[in-house]
């Protein structure tokens, strides 16, 4: 293969793409990456001024943004979600499942309450986002799901149960979407991140943000822009011929 035949792999041109969790972290470094690479992105987030704000400034930079305001966990708000990208840009081809709550509580202390958020975030609001774009991503000539997990489904999970059993489950959907939706020309693979400096890490006590960059054979966070290429390449047709498996992007915690 030639240069450009390569590099044309990882080119979005002309393809829309909603990113969860993308007004900061990892899912605003993804949605920035893609927009750079030629894709139509879908800012979605909670607060609707951030959203707008990171939809702007991708705009300015040449890209095409635009922000729809979401919470993940509520359903009525992942249907509006896909019906006002395709009403904006008129098609559909990835989704990448990036919102996430961190909520965590200690075994012995897990209320009812936490686990349903936990689920309903992580691995429910996800699930239907994915069933309500099928019939659109059915009608791409690329369509590729991303759904980003954490490494820490390959640990022990210790006192962050909460969030590596619903992404855990996420990882087996992620399997389940790959066998069952390949006949309909959809791929769908994850991206289990280590630690990244994101308000998600950052807004944990010091202890624990040592003892996770500690796990690591890189001694450091990553910083959200090493994760835009292994998203890229999963989004891309670069990994046409993979589908039903984890890229583990993890600084070395889980290799030993």
Not at 133 to 147: K, T
Not at 151 to 168: F, Q, R
Not at 239 to 251: E, K, P, R, Y
């Amino acid at each position: 293969m030639l240069r450009d035949e390569i590099l044309g792999r990882f080119d979005l041109t002309d393809r829309v793409a909603i990113v969860t969790g993308s007004s900061r972290g990892i899912g605003r470094a993804v949605a920035e990456g893609f927009a750079a690479m030629g894709a139509s992105v879908v800012i979605a987030s909670r607060k609707a001024d951030a959203c707008e704000q990171a939809a702007a400034e991708i705009r300015s930079a040449g890209g095409r943004a635009v922000a729809i305001p979401t919470h993940v966990g509520d359903p009525s708000d992942l249907e509006a979600l896909v019906a006002g990208t395709v009403d904006e840009f008129g098609s559909l081809d990835i989704v990448v499942n990036n919102a996430a709550t961190p909520l965590a509580q200690a075994i012995g202390s897990m209320t009812p309450e936490a686990m349903a958020k936990s689920w309903e975030v992580n691995l429910r609001g996800p699930v239907l986002l994915v069933q309500h774009a099928l019939e659109h991503l059915r009608r791409s000539q690329h369509a590729a799901i991303v759904n980003v997990t954490t490494a820490g489904v390959y640990t022990h999970g210790t006192y962050v149960a909460l969030y590596v059993a619903a992404k855990t489950a996420m990882t087996a959907m992620t399997r389940a979407m790959a066998g069952e939706l390949a006949a309909d020309g959809i791929r769908a693979n994850a991206l289990a991140p280590g630690s990244v400096r994101t308000d998600m890490m950052t807004t944990n006590p010091v202890e624990f943000q040592e003892r996770a960059v500690d796990a690591q054979m890189i001694k450091r966070m990553a910083d959200p822009t090493e994760m835009v290429p292994p998203a890229l390449f999963l989004a891309s047709d670069a990994s046409s011929f993979m589908t039903g498996h984890t890229l583990v992007v993890d600084g070395g915690m889980t290799v030993h």
